[in-house]
């Protein structure tokens, strides 16, 4: 019984890394070149935020902090910075999921939206006390403001592939 359980985690890890690697090429191959308003979608943000909402807080930010890392990997400014915003950003929208005791792809969609705002705000809070210049940004609002509109647009393809990647068969009763 313990090594289904272990190959059932493996699993989980399994499909979870695919989908943030495919979220990754994604990223950089088609959605940096996208842009409105000169804001491109933060599609890994948005998989950090769906897992959050599919699986609660605890693997919102362990998958939000992963997919951070990946996304300092092409950045320029402090490695880490994005990880730690990303993070706390899905540990509290997994936090506002988990209290929902009703949910529809409405409510889905503006936990994204909240999501992408959050983790935009707390990444230019940090760079800020870290010594960047985010908070100057004349058009953090417009950024913050594009990348919630983004995750809300992205959240009916994003929840279900989060979904798809955490099941669990000790969790599939639970959710």
Known sequence: MGALLV???LKVVA??????????????????????????P???????????IAWGAERGAVVGFAAGLLA???LSGRFGLTALAWGVTCYGIGLLSEGLARRSRLVDAVLMAVG??????????IAA????STLGDDALFVIIGMVA???????????????????????????
Do not use: K, N
Request: net charge negative; proline share 4%; aromatic share 10%.
């Open 15 to 40: 499909r979870t890394a695919l989908v943030l690697f495919g979220a990754y090429v994604l990223q950089l191959g088609l959605f940096d070149d996208l842009r409105l308003f000169s804001v491109h």
């Open 129 to 132: 006390l870290f010594g960047e």
């Open 7 to 9: 190959s059932e985690e």
């Open 42 to 52: 933060e599609v890994l943000l948005a998989i950090g935020s769906g897992t959050a």
């Open 149 to 175: 509109a983004w995750s809300m647009v992205l959240s009916p393809l994003v929840v279900p592939v989060c979904r798809w990647a955490g099941q669990h068969p000790e969790l599939r009763a639970a959710r």
């Open 116 to 125: 992408g705002a959050g983790g935009v705000a707390a990444y230019a809070v």
């Open 72 to 74: 300092d990997l092409s």
